[in-house]
């Protein structure tokens, strides 16, 4: 076979999933200039599309926060990395079991625990700095280890983990150093913050994020001083750009060797931040771009992760706090997983390294909730039909079928040219219908740009639903609720119809939808 030949046929396999980070369009005009055999008529992806981490961590949707360490024993929510170590005093050794089983009977498929937080201290013996457990005063604050019991518990309990490990560190007197000439020092990259990822590291390859917060401000003190002053040198100490400062492309490389399932959020720039604390994504929602809503034309895969909190307190736990309704939680999720991000929800641990009773109790009535509100799917007693079916390939097809197969790795297809299609779902006896949930087979690119649901009780006149919800994006999942209210989507009676038919009015290229599920 001649050179030209092969390096043609290279061109047009399949994109490799697992690195496609940094595939741009470019490749697309390389497809499209191929003409080889596609015996499964698959279709072209339209890129970006995710890495196999970024698929596997878009499975997790909901998981936990866990914000716990010498913030919860100042009652602080940023320390400044001069407490003394004595005053991380757990009255028992903390239980990380505990806390994944009470996100577990939220419907959480995860947690994620902080191991580190802007104060420095380390909730695990570390050889990179004094200020962490193993300068405590107590046994029992001596033999706590985060990391390791909450590894641990969640493979137990088969929940995927991850840690917290906070870049901006004002316990350490390497961060914001700079030399003689002014030019910022790899000293707190090399001797604190890589080792630091490789320790935790080591508590199980099986991690699925790891979270890099991107703060490093404030009028905090610390080890580089500050309005307050701190311990150590003086003067004000700030990084200009973080992905230099804490050397990011060769930490992710290097942890990617260590982790290949793990995603690292922030200054990772692997997953973004959905732009807010407050538990909402956009309605129009890219897995690429930026923000609340992200950007359909953005070249880069980077989906949104939401973080909130379950608790009034703050981020820490703390005496007064009051846990949000399940109405409240609800409604948050239906805004994040059913906007086409994940939702990590804080809980956080008190001073006995549990958590509290009270958020207990919340995260099993949220549990039942979602089984009751989003857990008997309707389409799969329903006679489903499609304006088209791609031209199945020799093992392959597209069909209706696959709306409601349960297989992830199978999907309803248009042909190429086709981007406007309608699914109609008929039902012998009527039912009360609340919400629609619609997942993209993403391993190919998000695609739909436009959708709409209508309903209908007598089977041949139809009524539009959520007309006041931009029914625009919908990406790995979105739920849209019918009544177009995410505050109040359970109330009334809900719409008892014999008929529903979803259009999808636009697309990048044709839609691809891996499941559709009414509730
Ligand atoms: C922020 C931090 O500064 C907060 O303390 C908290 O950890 C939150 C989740 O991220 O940026």
Not at 70 to 79: A, I, P, Q, V
Request: aromatic share 10%.
């Amino acid at each position: 076979m001649k050179l030209s030949s092969l390096l043609l046929m290279a061109l047009c396999l399949p994109p490799l999933l697992n690195d496609a980070v940094g595939q741009a369009k470019e490749s697309q005009f390389q497809l499209k200039q191929c003409n080889v055999a596609n015996p499964e008529n698959t279709p072209r992806p339209v890129f970006p599309v995710p890495s196999r981490r970024q698929m596997l961590w878009n499975e997790t949707e909901f998981y936990a926060f866990f914000h716990y360490g010498m913030d919860t024993y100042t009652g602080k929510e940023w320390g400044d990395g001069t407490e003394d170590e004595s005053t991380f005093a757990p009255t028992r050794v903390p239980d990380p079991a505990q806390w994944l089983r009470v996100a577990k009977q939220a419907g959480m498929k995860g947690g994620i625990a902080v191991v580190k937080h802007h104060d420095g201290f380390c909730l695990w013996p570390t050889k990179t700095t004094d200020h962490s457990v193993l300068n405590s005063a107590t046994e029992t604050a001596r033999k706590t280890n985060i990391p390791r019991d909450f590894a641990r518990a969640a493979r137990k309990l088969k929940m995927k983990y991850g840690f917290y490990v906070s870049p901006w560190d004002l316990s350490s007197i390497y961060w914001g150093e700079k030399d003689s000439q002014g030019r910022y020092t790899d000293n707190y990259a090399k001797k604190v913050f890589f080792p630091q990822c490789v320790e935790l590291a080591q508590y199980g390859s099986d991690q699925f994020e790891m979270w890099f917060d991107g703060a490093t401000g404030g009028d905090h003190a610390g080890y580089y001083g500050g309005a307050y002053g701190g311990k150590g040198t003086t003067g004000r100490r700030t990084i200009d750009n973080a992905q230099t400062f804490y050397d990011i492309p060769n930490l992710r490389d290097s942890i990617h060797k260590l982790l290949p399932n793990v995603v690292m959020w922030g200054v990772g720039g692997e997953v973004r931040w959905i732009g807010n604390e407050a538990g909402h994504a956009g309605e129009t929602c890219w897995a690429m771009g930026s923000g609340e809503s992200g950007n359909a034309d953005a070249w880069r895969w980077c989906p949104g992760e939401s973080d909130a909190k379950a608790t009034t307190g703050g981020w820490f736990w703390k005496k007064n706090e009051k846990v949000l309704s399940a109405e409240r939680l609800f409604q948050m999720y239906l805004e994040t997983v059913g906007r086409n991000a994940t939702l990590i929800l804080n809980l956080p641990p008190d001073v006995n390294g549990l958590i509290p009773q009270a958020t207990a109790q919340r995260m099993a009535e949220l549990g039942r909730m979602l089984k009751t509100r989003l857990g008997n799917d309707l389409a799969l007693k329903a006679k489903i039909s499609v304006s088209e079916e791609r031209t199945p390939g020799a093992h392959t097809d597209y069909s209706v079928r696959r709306l409601t197969d349960g297989n992830k790795n199978t999907y309803w297809a248009t042909n190429d040219n086709t981007t406007h299609a309608t699914i109609t779902l008929k039902w012998d006896k009527p039912v009360t219908v609340r919400y629609v949930q619609l997942m993209e087979h993403i391993k190919l690119g998000q695609r739909v740009r436009s959708f709409t649901i209508e309903t209908s009780d007598d089977g041949t006149t139809f009524t539009p639903r959520a007309t006041n919800i931009q029914t625009t994006t919908i990406g790995y999942k979105r739920i849209v609720p019918l009544n177009g209210s995410t505050a109040k989507s359970y109330e009334g009676d809900g719409y008892k119809v014999k008929a529903m038919r979803i259009t999808i009015n636009d697309s990048k290229a044709c839609p691809l939808i891996q499941s559709l599920s009414v509730f």
